[in-house]
């Protein structure tokens, strides 16, 4: 059974940084893809950045150059580094895993992942 799970949210001020982990346990096989994605109230949920077992990366134009996804393959933990966080970053953050190798271009979709985790907080304030 694939779980994952979601942690590092929190409540910071605009300008802060936060780092999320999603701990993946379960998951068999070399080839996947994993994502962020975002949910912010009365919006659809968004990928935020994506990668793949190749280690590709692709972001959404709102973040980039603020953060950055990363994984340990040897801890099977997902991360997402944010930095010169905003007010409109708010929002409850969920890690995804897809047992396959997306194309970049497919990383950020939602409908393209099987399995999710709980989600985790963050609140940015302004």
């Known amino acids: 059974q694939v779980q994952l799970v979601e942690s590092g949210g929190g409540s910071v001020q605009a300008g802060g940084s936060l780092r999320l982990s999603c701990a993946v346990s379960?998951?068999?096989?070399?080839?996947?893809?994993s994502g962020w994605f975002r949910h912010a109230p009365g919006k659809e949920r968004e990928g935020v950045a994506g990668?793949?077992?190749?280690?590709?990366?692709t972001y959404a134009d709102s973040v980039k150059g603020r953060f950055t996804i990363a994984q340990d393959n040897a801890k099977n933990t997902l991360f997402l580094q944010m930095n010169d966080l905003k007010p409109e970053d708010t929002g409850m953050y969920y890690c995804?895993?897809?047992?396959?190798?997306?194309?970049?271009?497919?990383?950020?979709?939602?409908?393209?992942?099987?399995?999710w985790g709980q989600g985790t907080q963050v609140t940015v304030s302004s």
């Open positions: 379960g998951f068999t096989g070399s080839t996947y893809s």
């Open positions: 990668i793949g077992s190749d280690d590709r990366t």
């Open positions: 995804a895993a897809e047992g396959r190798l997306l194309v970049r271009s497919f990383l950020l979709w939602r409908t393209m992942y099987t399995y």
